[in-house]
């Protein structure tokens, strides 16, 4: 190991990340940013957060994308009162394996998403009115062309390394494909390289569940609650999508949430199963917005790395940054046999591509959840792209 390599010791900092949401807008006129579609959008703010530092020559920035229901609020809290730090605040900081002492972390809120980022709750500047369903649809390419905005913005010219897992694991390869020069690493996880039919079909059936919901009104629900129901049943499909049967087996089995003799046969007695669905449904609730759930379930269904550029196996060749592909054995959502295929087609072009696979009951979401596991993997890569450029 050289003599800077003390400087990813896993030992962690007693200092608290304290963070804060910045937004950057962009676009002077409405008609400033055309969309993959053809449809014009502006102006566009982005909400987003940074943890750690920029160094002199601004060469360890790392982007970290974010999932379906995640935000630009990646890591630490937002004050000492805060009780819900960001949702890879595990991965994220000092002396963590993305180290905010030696690298300066970037996250955004997605296009159309509901966190402070331009979607469809914004304020149509042509109408005064949200959005709603009159937002045009976008694409994940659209999504990483806003961030490319943002890191324009930061005077940031090349990346270390882009991460994210799911949606995020998307967008990862989206930048390797269409910013081929400009990036050293990607690393995505739990993600594939086009939305398959599975996939389409367990997102269909979330967005009728919303637009079936009288309180959805065609997407013109604001300022009300909008299609809460709906919603939180959308989330709870969604939520068995994310996990495992051998999971629910072991957190669930056939429990019930009232265990008296009496209460067996009764009809609203529920299993607890059930009962957790319910629960993480009305929390999605709380936090967003139904009409971007609609628009990003859109956008993750419409993806596909080779549309327009000659197929998978010619979008993948464009790739110039070290790949590392991270499967989960558990996850049917997006089987590892996705992330097995694009690392054999990177192998026969002779890119610096590798695959790693969690081991997990968990399912999808293993890798919001396993850090012991995937703590090494991103240490490690990171570690190896750093000390490749003398950081």
Same mark, same amino acid.
């Given at each position: 190991?050289? &003599? ?11 200092? #608290? ?7 950057? /807008? ?32 601004? $060469? ?29 605040? @595990? ?8 180290? /905010? ?5 970037? +996250? $955004? ?30 694409? %994940?390419?659209?999504? *990483?062309?806003? &961030? ?12 270390? +390394?882009?991460? =994210? ?8 390869? #989206?930048?390797? *494909? ?7 690493? *990607?690393?995505?996880?739990?993600? $594939? ?11 269909? %059936?979330?967005? &009728? ?22 919603? $939180? ?63 990003? +379930? ?11 550029? =000659? ?11 070290? /790949? ?40 999808? @979401? ?13 240490? @490690? ?5 750093? #000390?490749?450029?003398?950081?």
């Amino acid at each position: 190991m050289n &003599q800077g390599a003390s400087r990813f010791s896993t030992a962690r900092s007693a200092r #608290e990340l304290i963070t804060k949401t910045q937004h950057f /807008t962009f676009a002077n006129s409405p008609e400033e940013m055309v969309l993959e579609s053809g449809h014009r959008l502006g102006p566009i703010t982005v909400a987003y957060e940074t943890y750690g530092a920029l160094n002199k020559d601004r $060469s360890n920035a790392i982007l970290i994308a974010h999932a379906l229901t995640g935000d630009q609020h990646g890591a630490g809290k937002y004050d000492e009162s805060d009780k819900h730090p960001g949702w890879w605040d @595990d991965m994220i900081g000092p002396g963590k394996p993305l180290d /905010t002492n030696h690298f300066f972390i970037i +996250c $955004s809120n997605v296009l159309g998403g509901c966190r402070g980022t331009t979607g469809p709750a914004s304020i149509n500047p042509l109408t005064g009115q949200p959005y709603g369903m009159s937002f045009p649809v976008f694409t %994940v390419r659209d999504m *990483v062309r806003v &961030q490319k905005a943002l890191l324009d913005y930061l005077a940031i010219e090349r990346l270390l +390394c882009v991460i =994210g897992g799911s949606m995020g694991g998307m967008q990862v390869l #989206e930048w390797a *494909v269409t910013y081929p020069d400009q990036i050293d690493g *990607v690393l995505p996880i739990a993600t $594939s390289g086009r939305m398959t039919a599975m996939g389409i079909a367990f997102n269909e %059936v979330m967005r &009728q569940t919303i637009m079936l919901d009288p309180a959805w009104n065609q997407g013109n629900y604001y300022p009300g609650a909008g299609p809460a129901q709906g919603l $939180s049943i959308a989330r709870m499909l969604g939520m068995i999508t994310y996990r495992s049967d051998e999971l629910f087996g072991l957190r669930f089995g056939r429990r019930m949430a009232r265990s008296r003799p009496d209460d067996y046969y009764r009809y609203d007695n529920r299993f607890e199963i059930e009962s957790y669905l319910h629960y993480q449904g009305e929390k999605l609730v709380k936090r967003f917005d139904a009409n971007s759930y609609l628009y990003l +379930c859109k956008a993750m269904d419409i993806y596909d790395i080779g549309r327009g550029r =000659g197929g998978l196996a010619k979008a993948l060749g464009r790739i110039k940054a070290k /790949t590392l592909f991270v499967g989960i054995d558990s996850d049917w959502l997006y089987p590892p046999s996705y992330m097995v295929e694009m690392t054999k087609i990177m192998e026969k072009k002779q890119k610096a591509v590798e695959y790693k696979e969690l081991k997990s009951h968990h399912g999808h @979401d293993a890798f919001l959840i396993e850090f012991d596991q995937m703590s090494p993997i991103i240490k @490690d890569f990171v570690q190896s792209l750093a #000390e490749a450029k003398g950081l």
